[in-house]
C-alpha cells in the first residue's frame, strides 16, 4: 500500500526529477525510503544541507530542469536557508523538501521545533505545511507548477509522521510539469522601441543573464545600431563570445570601458539584465528595456520605455524595423578603450621569469586556458568571481556559476557537486578562496566519496581578501582578514584524493594541466599574491568613510589607476 512519502517521490519522477540532494535524519526516514524503495531517483548524500541546496541550484540552472533537495526537521531544514536564497535569487527551479517534526507536537515547544512556513518565507515563491493526506499529491503538484513557472523555490514541509500515513486513492498526475510558452512584446510596443532606438544617435547595449539563447540577435542588433556590448556579470557567458562590439563588463569589478559605454551613450538599451548597482548607471542618457518580467522594468534607473517579453523572440520581431546606422564614432571609441583596458588587465596575467609570487590574474588565465571546451566553472564569492570575470574565456558552450545575485561565500564547492552529479562526463572546475572552501570545506567528503573528478583549484592567498580591500578602501584597519591555512593539498592526500601544491609561478601551467588531466577528483592548493586589488586612487579617508566599496563609482582594476569621477567624462578625458 502506498504511503504519503511515495505519492511524494512518483509524482517528484514524473516531473522529471533525477536526484534529491540531502542529508538525512529520523524526520526524513519515510521519504529516503521511499526513495530507496522506488530506485527512480537517486539520493545524493551530502555532510551540510547547505551544500545540498547549492547543488541543487546548480543542477537546475545547468539543465534547466527541476532540481530537489531535502533537510531534515529544524536544524536540518535550517541549514539549508542559505542555499535555497542563492537558488531563489537565481531564478532557479528548486523545490525543497523541509521534514517537520511530529504533528501532534508542533506548537509545544518541541525537541528541533521551528516554524519552516515562516523561516522559508523570504527564499520561496511557495512554502506549504502537508498536514493531512487529503492534500497529496495536489501539494506537490502546485510546487513543482511554483518553482518551474516563477523560477525559483517551493518549499514542501512534511512531518515525519504524514510521510508514513497511507495515501489517498487520488494519483498524480502523469506529467505535473506545465508546457511554458516564450513571452513576446506587441506590434505596438516593437513599433515603439524602434522609433526610440531609430532617434538615437550613441546607442549602447547593456546585456544580462535574459540573453541566453539571444546572442546572434543582440549581435544583429548591435551591428544595426554600431551600438558597444557592455555586460552584467551573469551575461558574460551569454554575450562575451564571438562578440565585435563586447567593450566588456561595468562595474566595480568590471572594465572602465564598460562604465564609459554607458556613461557616453544618449541612448541605451537594458537586455534582460537586472544590474544592481545604480551608480553606474548614466544619469542623461534616455533608458529602454526589455525583461520577461514587467516588475523589474525601470527597478534600477529612470526608464523612458519598458516592454515585457523574451529577449530574443523579440529581438528577432524588432531588428527589420531598426535602421542601419551609418556613423560608428561611438562605438569605435568604446572598442579602443575597451582595447586598453584589456590590454592592461592582460599584462597583469602574464608570467615573467624572476616573478616571485603568484599572480591570482595569471592562475585565473592558466585555468581558463587549460579548461575544456565545454567546462563547467563554478567561482566563489570574493577576489575568484573578480578573477573569473575578467580572464575566464566563455565560447556559447562553457558554463560559469557562482553566487552572483546572493553574493554568498562558500558556494563554488556544493555547486560543483551538483554540476558534476548533472553532468558527469563534463569537466567541472571550482574556483575556490581559501576562506570559501575552508567554510563548507566538509563537503569535499562528498566529492571523495562519490569519487566525483571535480578539479578544486584553491586560491590560496591567505586572506579574506575581498573585505580586506574593502576593509581599506572604506578606511578602515583589516581585522579578522588573516588566515592560518594548513597545506590544503596534503590535507586532501590525507583524506584519499589527489593534491597537488603550487608555490612558484614557474610551477603554474604544467600544475594546473596535469591537475585536469587527473581522472578522479583533485585539489590544486594554489599559494597566490594576496595583495592584487589595488586601491582607486584619490580616494581619500574622509570621502571614502561610511561608504561601502560598493557605494563607490570606481573600477578595481588592479594598477590603482581608474577611479570614475562623479563628473561627466568624455572619452578624451
Ligand atoms: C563579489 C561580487 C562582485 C560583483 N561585481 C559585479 C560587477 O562589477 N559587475 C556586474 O555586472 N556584476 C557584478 N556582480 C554580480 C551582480 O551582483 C549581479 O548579480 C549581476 O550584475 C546581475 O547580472 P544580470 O543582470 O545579468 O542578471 P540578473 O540579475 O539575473 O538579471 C537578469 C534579468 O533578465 C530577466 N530575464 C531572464 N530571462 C529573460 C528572457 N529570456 N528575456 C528577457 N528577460 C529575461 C530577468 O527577469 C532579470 O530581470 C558581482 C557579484 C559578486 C558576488
Ligand atoms: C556567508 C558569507 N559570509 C561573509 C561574506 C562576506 N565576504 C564576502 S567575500 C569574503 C572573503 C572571501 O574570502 P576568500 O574565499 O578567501 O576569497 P578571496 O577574496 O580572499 O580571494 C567575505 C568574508 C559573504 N559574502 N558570505
Not at 531534515?72 to 527551479?93: E, F, K, T
Not at 495536489?138 to 523560477?151: D, F, P, S, W
Not at 563586447?246 to 568590471?254: A, C, K, Q, S, Y
Amino acid at each position: 500500500m502506498a504511503n504519503v512519502a511515495d505519492q511524494l517521490i512518483e509524482t517528484l519522477s514524473a516531473a522529471g526529477v533525477a536526484r534529491i540532494y540531502g542529508l538525512v535524519g529520523d524526520s526524513l526516514n519515510g521519504i529516503t525510503d521511499s526513495i530507496r524503495r522506488n530506485g527512480a531517483i537517486e539520493w545524493i548524500a551530502v555532510r551540510h544541507e547547505e551544500v545540498a541546496a547549492f547543488a541543487a541550484g546548480a543542477d537546475a540552472g545547468l539543465t534547466g530542469n527541476l532540481a530537489v533537495c531535502a533537510g531534515s526537521c529544524g536544524p536540518g531544514n535550517l541549514h539549508l536557508i542559505n542555499g535555497l536564497y542563492d537558488c531563489h535569487r537565481s531564478r532557479v527551479p528548486v523545490v525543497a523538501i523541509a521534514a517537520h517534526i511530529p504533528t501532534s507536537e508542533i506548537g509545544s515547544g518541541y525537541f528541533q521545533e521551528t516554524h519552516p512556513e515562516i523561516l522559508f518565507k523570504e527564499c520561496s515563491h511557495y512554502v506549504e505545511l502537508v498536514s493531512s493526506a487529503l492534500q497529496m499529491p495536489r501539494i506537490v503538484e502546485t510546487a513543482v507548477r511554483e518553482a518551474v513557472t516563477k523560477r525559483g523555490v517551493a518549499v514542501i514541509v512534511i512531518s515525519g509522521d504524514i510521510a508514513l500515513q497511507e495515501a489517498e486513492a487520488q494519483r498524480p498526475a502523469d506529467n505535473p510539469l506545465p508546457l511554458l510558452s516564450t513571452p513576446i512584446a506587441g506590434d505596438k510596443e516593437i513599433i515603439a522601441l524602434a522609433e526610440f532606438l531609430n532617434a538615437g544617435s550613441r546607442t549602447t547595449l547593456m546585456c544580462g543573464a535574459g540573453c541566453a539563447g539571444a546572442h546572434d540577435e543582440v549581435i544583429r542588433l548591435a551591428a544595426k545600431l554600431n551600438a558597444p556590448i557592455v555586460h552584467a556579470l551573469r551575461g558574460k557567458e551569454h554575450l562575451e563570445w564571438e562578440n565585435p562590439f563586447d567593450v566588456g563588463m561595468t562595474g566595480l569589478i568590471g572594465f572602465s570601458s564598460g562604465y564609459y559605454s554607458m556613461l557616453n551613450c544618449d541612448t541605451l538599451l537594458l537586455l534582460g539584465t537586472d544590474f544592481p548597482y545604480r551608480q553606474f548607471y548614466p544619469q542623461e542618457a534616455r533608458i529602454a528595456q526589455i525583461d520577461l518580467r514587467g516588475e523589474n522594468l525601470g527597478k534600477r534607473c529612470r526608464l523612458e520605455l519598458g516592454l515585457v517579453g523574451d529577449v530574443g523572440a523579440t529581438l528577432s520581431r524588432l531588428l527589420d524595423r531598426v535602421e542601419q546606422k551609418d556613423d560608428d564614432t561611438h562605438l569605435q571609441s568604446a572598442l579602443a578603450h575597451y582595447h586598453q583596458s584589456r590590454a592592461d588587465l592582460d599584462a597583469l596575467s602574464t608570467v615573467h621569469s624572476g616573478q616571485r609570487r603568484i599572480h591570482p590574474q595569471a592562475l585565473a588565465r592558466v585555468i581558463s586556458d587549460a579548461a575544456s571546451e565545454d567546462a563547467v566553472i563554478t567561482v566563489d564569492v570574493g577576489e575568484p568571481t573578480v578573477w573569473a570575470a575578467r580572464y575566464l574565456k566563455m565560447n556559447g558552450k562553457r558554463r560559469l556559476l557562482g553566487s552572483f545575485l546572493h553574493g554568498s561565500m562558500a558556494n563554488a564547492m556544493p555547486q560543483a557537486i551538483g554540476a558534476q552529479c548533472a553532468f558527469p562526463d563534463r569537466q567541472v572546475i571550482a574556483m575556490s578562496g581559501d576562506g570559501g572552501f575552508s567554510m563548507l570545506m566538509g563537503d569535499i567528503l562528498t566529492i571523495r566519496q562519490r569519487n566525483l573528478p571535480i578539479k578544486i583549484v584553491l586560491f590560496d592567498n591567505g586572506l579574506l581578501g575581498f573585505v580586506d580591500i574593502e576593509m581599506k578602501a572604506a578606511g578602515f584597519l583589516p581585522i579578522g582578514t588573516h588566515l592560518d591555512n594548513p597545506n590544503f593539498a596534503e590535507m586532501a592526500i590525507a583524506i584519499g584524493i589527489r593534491g597537488i601544491r603550487i608555490e612558484e609561478p614557474a610551477e603554474l601551467e604544467e600544475g594546473i594541466r596535469e591537475a585536469f588531466d587527473h581522472p578522479g577528483p583533485v585539489l590544486v592548493d594554489v599559494l597566490t599574491n594576496p595583495l592584487e586589488l589595488v586601491m582607486p586612487p584619490k580616494i581619500t579617508l574622509e570621502n571614502a568613510r561610511g561608504f561601502s566599496v560598493w557605494m563607490m563609482k570606481a573600477v578595481l582594476n588592479g594598477q590603482g589607476t581608474e577611479l570614475i569621477d562623479l563628473a561627466r567624462t568624455t572619452w578624451d578625458r
